[in-house]
């Protein structure tokens, strides 16, 4: 599979922004597919969907099915029997709240359909969880998400998580995702012109990963009870992580590179850069540049690192984004690199996004936004798709 960061396509968090309808303090509607703004309407029809509980903790009553997302800018949900549904404000209940809960099967599997769209299928465990129609700053309605890294949120108590994914005429493309957060573990099994799983963790592998996160002071803060552990980003916008945590290794990265070249090859061909006064300068097949970025900017891949649609820019700045949370960028003055032995193996890293990995059976996860930089995201697609199976797994053993 070609990386991502490599395609002439809109990036996962450039279509966090795109697809995203009314939040507050939320995630935007989400969604991953290189071709999620292609047409959604001349494709066969909709797609076998079976929700499978192996989570061991929880029997089929106490887990809830949510999908949500996106229709040609119009904010929708899919009903029990898998019928597109606006959103709307009438569907607030007397608690302020819409109830857009699947419940699974008495026993077994579930199976559903999933028509056209782009969004999240979210579980919660235990309790449902709490959307909000309302209305946005265009006048538009729109749907406020589930925010698990904002205390105030009606829904922070409650367990939940979700796997994002884009169906429509160009095919299938799903991943499982730790961008925002992590909590319940899951896979997903996608089926058609090849059979492919990931997300899948290690035995064991969602204790690990809260374990291994609390042993690293400055992260340890993200760990909230066993509830969930919060996306240092997310960690650093509610002050439980440094903002100047990443500044040592983005300073060593700039003087190292004034004296020598970094190198970065995408699609569109290799960038040499230099920093260059105040800024990091690449000549090639365009000349781009950015500004030294904050630690925000890195958790982020955003701000100075921005990644716009461009196919020159944007690439580059993934690669460097990638560069910064495995802390590669002093060790391989080429990237991107390849070999994940080399990822996190410095004191100053993105311990969060090298717990995600370290958790899961095939290494891949997505503990940052462009953690797709060389393949090893928990992302895979299907140009044939025949049926997509999203799997509980198991909390212990």
Known sequence: MTPRHQRSSLSRRTLLITLGGAVVAAPAVAAVAPYALADTTAAAGPLPLTIANGSGSFDNANVHVYIVGNVDGRQVRVTPDGALAPVALADNGADGFADYAIGLAGSGETRLSLPHMSGRIYVSLGQKLKFKVVTDGNGNTALQYPAGWVTSDPNYQVLHDCAEFTYNAAGMFCNTTMVD?????????????????????????????????????????????????????????????????????????????????????????????????????????????????????????????????????????????????????????????????????????????????????????????????????????????????????????
Request: charged share 20%.
């Open 181 to 397: 957060m992590f909590s319940v573990p899951l896979s997903i099994r996608l089926t058609g012109a090849k059979d492919q799983t990931t997300g899948t963790l290690r035995t064991g592998g969602r204790a690990a990963a809260f374990a291994a996160v609390r042993q690293v002071e400055e992260f340890a803060p993200l760990v909230v009870a066993d509830t969930r552990i919060i996306a240092p980003g997310h960690g650093l916008d509610a002050g439980l992580f440094a903002k100047d945590y990443f500044a040592p290794y983005i300073d060593e990265v700039w003087s190292t590179y004034t004296g020598r070249d970094l190198t970065v090859t995408t699609n569109a061909g290799t960038f040499t850069g230099r920093v260059r006064g105040d800024r990091f300068a690449f000549d090639g097949p365009a000349q781009v540049s950015f500004a030294k970025p904050s630690t925000r900017d890195v958790l982020f891949c955003d701000g100075n690192l921005a990644a716009p649609n461009d196919g020159t820019t944007g690439p580059v700045a993934a690669v460097l984004g990638a560069g910064f949370n495995r802390s590669t960028l002093l060790s391989h003055p080429a990237q991107p690199t390849t070999d994940a032995g080399t990822f996190y193996r410095t004191g100053l890293t993105n311990h969060y996004a090298r717990a995600m990995h370290t958790a899961t059976a095939d290494g891949r996860a997505y503990g940052f936004a462009f953690d797709d930089v060389a393949d090893f995201a928990s992302y895979i697609q299907d140009t044939a798709p025949t049926g997509i199976r999203l799997t509980l797994t198991p909390f212990a053993g």
